[in-house]
Protein backbone atom coordinates (compact mmCIF):
# COMPACT_ATOMS: atom_id res chain seq x y z
CA UNK A 1 0.00 0.00 0.00
CA UNK A 2 1.23 3.56 -1.15
CA UNK A 3 2.16 6.11 1.71
CA UNK A 4 -0.43 8.30 2.70
CA UNK A 5 -0.44 12.12 3.95
CA UNK A 6 -1.39 12.75 7.38
CA UNK A 7 -4.98 13.33 7.86
CA UNK A 8 -4.80 15.91 11.07
CA UNK A 9 -2.98 19.08 8.59
CA UNK A 10 -6.02 18.75 6.30
CA UNK A 11 -8.75 18.60 9.43
CA UNK A 12 -7.34 21.27 11.02
CA UNK A 13 -6.83 23.23 8.14
CA UNK A 14 -11.03 22.40 7.33
CA UNK A 15 -11.81 23.16 11.10
CA UNK A 16 -9.97 26.39 11.47
CA UNK A 17 -11.78 27.86 7.90
CA UNK A 18 -15.14 26.65 9.54
CA UNK A 19 -14.73 28.54 12.85
CA UNK A 20 -13.40 32.25 11.20
CA UNK A 21 -16.45 31.68 8.43
CA UNK A 22 -19.12 31.31 11.10
CA UNK A 23 -17.74 33.99 13.22
CA UNK A 24 -16.41 32.00 15.91
CA UNK A 25 -13.31 32.21 17.83
CA UNK A 26 -10.51 29.11 17.03
CA UNK A 27 -8.55 27.50 19.49
CA UNK A 28 -6.15 25.07 19.64
CA UNK A 29 -4.92 22.72 22.60
CA UNK A 30 -1.37 22.22 21.90
CA UNK A 31 1.01 19.69 24.33
CA UNK A 32 4.22 21.64 25.04
CA UNK A 33 6.09 18.20 25.45
CA UNK A 34 6.75 17.83 22.20
CA UNK A 35 10.33 18.96 20.56
CA UNK A 36 10.26 22.63 18.69
CA UNK A 37 6.71 23.61 20.46
CA UNK A 38 8.04 27.28 21.31
CA UNK A 39 4.82 29.06 23.40
CA UNK A 40 4.94 30.94 26.72
CA UNK A 41 5.59 27.69 29.10
CA UNK A 42 4.46 30.40 31.73
CA UNK A 43 0.94 30.22 30.96
CA UNK A 44 0.56 26.40 30.36
CA UNK A 45 -1.22 23.76 32.76
CA UNK A 46 0.05 20.39 33.25
CA UNK A 47 1.71 20.75 30.11
CA UNK A 48 -0.77 21.98 27.54
CA UNK A 49 -1.75 25.53 26.57
CA UNK A 50 -5.05 26.69 25.34
CA UNK A 51 -4.24 29.78 22.28
CA UNK A 52 -6.73 31.76 20.59
CA UNK A 53 -6.26 31.68 16.97
CA UNK A 54 -8.67 33.85 15.63
CA UNK A 55 -7.37 36.49 13.18
CA UNK A 56 -8.00 39.58 14.90
CA UNK A 57 -6.06 37.89 18.13
CA UNK A 58 -2.88 36.97 16.03
CA UNK A 59 -0.19 38.40 13.80
CA UNK A 60 1.79 36.77 11.06
CA UNK A 61 -0.81 33.83 10.75
CA UNK A 62 0.31 30.56 9.11
CA UNK A 63 -0.86 27.17 9.54
CA UNK A 64 0.62 25.01 7.03
CA UNK A 65 0.47 21.06 7.01
CA UNK A 66 3.57 21.17 9.01
CA UNK A 67 3.46 23.72 11.61
CA UNK A 68 1.19 26.52 12.74
CA UNK A 69 2.72 30.21 13.40
CA UNK A 70 2.28 33.64 14.50
CA UNK A 71 2.43 36.27 16.52
CA UNK A 72 0.22 37.71 19.49
CA UNK A 73 0.65 39.40 22.63
CA UNK A 74 0.84 37.76 26.05
CA UNK A 75 1.27 40.21 29.06
CA UNK A 76 1.27 43.26 26.72
CA UNK A 77 4.70 41.39 24.70
CA UNK A 78 4.54 40.13 21.62
CA UNK A 79 6.01 36.57 20.89
CA UNK A 80 6.71 34.47 18.18
CA UNK A 81 4.85 31.20 18.36
CA UNK A 82 5.69 28.31 16.65
CA UNK A 83 4.17 24.62 17.19
CA UNK A 84 5.20 21.44 14.95
CA UNK A 85 1.55 20.27 13.86
CA UNK A 86 1.83 17.02 16.00
CA UNK A 87 1.66 19.02 18.97
CA UNK A 88 -2.10 20.22 18.46
CA UNK A 89 -4.18 18.05 20.42
CA UNK A 90 -7.54 19.47 19.16
CA UNK A 91 -8.46 22.49 17.89
CA UNK A 92 -12.13 23.94 19.24
CA UNK A 93 -14.79 27.13 18.92
CA UNK A 94 -14.49 29.28 22.57
CA UNK A 95 -18.40 29.76 21.57
CA UNK A 96 -19.84 26.51 21.59
CA UNK A 97 -16.82 23.88 22.17
CA UNK A 98 -17.36 22.47 18.45
CA UNK A 99 -14.48 21.45 17.06
CA UNK A 100 -12.00 17.76 17.16
CA UNK A 101 -9.40 16.43 19.15
CA UNK A 102 -6.73 14.25 17.58
CA UNK A 103 -5.57 10.99 18.20
CA UNK A 104 -1.97 10.24 18.64
CA UNK A 105 -1.34 8.64 15.29
CA UNK A 106 -3.36 10.94 13.63
CA UNK A 107 -0.34 12.69 12.12
CA UNK A 108 1.29 9.79 10.35
CA UNK A 109 -0.10 6.95 8.72
CA UNK A 110 1.71 4.79 11.09
CA UNK A 111 -0.57 2.59 13.51
CA UNK A 112 0.53 2.91 16.92
CA UNK A 113 1.98 0.58 19.09
CA UNK A 114 0.45 -2.13 20.32
CA UNK A 115 1.84 -4.02 22.87
CA UNK A 116 3.40 -7.49 22.01
CA UNK A 117 1.16 -10.92 22.20
CA UNK A 118 3.09 -13.66 23.67
CA UNK A 119 1.63 -17.21 22.31
CA UNK A 120 2.09 -20.18 25.09
CA UNK A 121 1.73 -23.29 23.30
CA UNK A 122 -0.50 -25.51 25.13
CA UNK A 123 -2.70 -28.68 24.73
CA UNK A 124 -6.12 -26.93 23.46
CA UNK A 125 -7.79 -27.07 26.75
CA UNK A 126 -6.66 -23.47 27.90
CA UNK A 127 -9.11 -20.10 27.80
CA UNK A 128 -7.16 -18.58 25.07
CA UNK A 129 -8.49 -21.03 22.66
CA UNK A 130 -12.44 -19.03 23.34
CA UNK A 131 -13.73 -16.68 21.06
CA UNK A 132 -13.51 -12.95 22.68
CA UNK A 133 -16.99 -12.19 23.78
CA UNK A 134 -18.55 -9.03 22.83
CA UNK A 135 -18.49 -5.98 25.41
CA UNK A 136 -21.77 -5.95 27.70
CA UNK A 137 -23.80 -3.07 27.20
CA UNK A 138 -25.15 0.15 24.68
CA UNK A 139 -22.15 1.49 22.55
CA UNK A 140 -20.98 4.54 24.01
CA UNK A 141 -21.51 7.08 21.05
CA UNK A 142 -22.01 10.63 21.70
CA UNK A 143 -23.84 13.21 19.25
CA UNK A 144 -21.56 15.88 17.72
CA UNK A 145 -23.81 18.95 16.32
Given at each position: ????????????????????????????????SY????????????G???????????A?????????S???????????????????V??????N?????F?????????A????Q?T??DD?????????????????????K
Open positions: MAKSTPLQPYLLIAYYEWMVDNGWTPQVLVDCPEVDVPQQFANDKIVLNIAPEAVNFELNHNYLFSARFSGKSLNIYIPMNAIAIYAREDQGIMSPNMYSDEPEEPQTDHGDGPDDEPPKPPKGRPNLKVV
